[in-house]
């Protein structure tokens, strides 16, 4: 009996390394990148539609957020700046329910993407430009970026 649960041991604990490993693997390439949104004192949460290329309010000022939506998974250094400077950001999943809005993710739910918050740290405008690698197979860069006034 001892070799037996020995034997069930290494197969269980083999086939969660091999899951562990072959994550990246199933993982869905990089779909979309976009700036969603633009959050400064001076206006608030401005909602970033497709395709626009420039925030609409007059952002300028400190204290200035970008948040962008990744879906699909990129690489764990993604690129963003602000007029070619770097600028540091925080990564949360984002996971899809059944009715297919996009939300934080509980325990058991499915990740389909990650939110980047970005602070500018004292900048006030400029390009915001962000670009990201899959993390496998296609391995594709998408890009966005947004002039934010």
């Known amino acids: 009996m001892g070799k037996r649960w020995m034997k069930a ?6 086939l969660m390394a091999g899951s562990n490993a072959a994550l990246p693997a199933s993982a869905a390439p990089l779909t979309q ?21 420039q925030t609409q309010c007059n952002h300028s000022g ?9 879906v699909g998974y990129g690489q764990n250094q993604p690129h963003a700046t602000l007029d070619g400077f770097e ?5 949360a999943p ?19 993407g990650s939110l980047y918050t970005f602070d500018l740290a004292g900048k006030q405008e400029g390009t915001f430009s962000f670009s ?18």
């Open 132 to 149: 990201n690698t899959s993390l496998n197979a296609p391995r594709n860069t998408m890009s966005t970026q947004l002039y934010i006034k």
């Open 62 to 70: 400190p204290n200035i957020k970008v948040y962008v939506l990744e």
């Open 94 to 112: 984002v996971c899809a329910f059944d009715n297919g809005n996009l939300t934080e993710c509980t325990p058991g739910s499915n990740t389909v």
């Open 33 to 53: 990148v976009k700036v969603i949104k633009v959050q400064s004192p001076a206006c608030g949460l401005e909602d970033i539609a497709d395709n626009q290329t």
């Open 9 to 14: 041991f290494w197969v269980l604990a083999g």
């Open 87 to 91: 600028v540091n950001g925080t990564r």
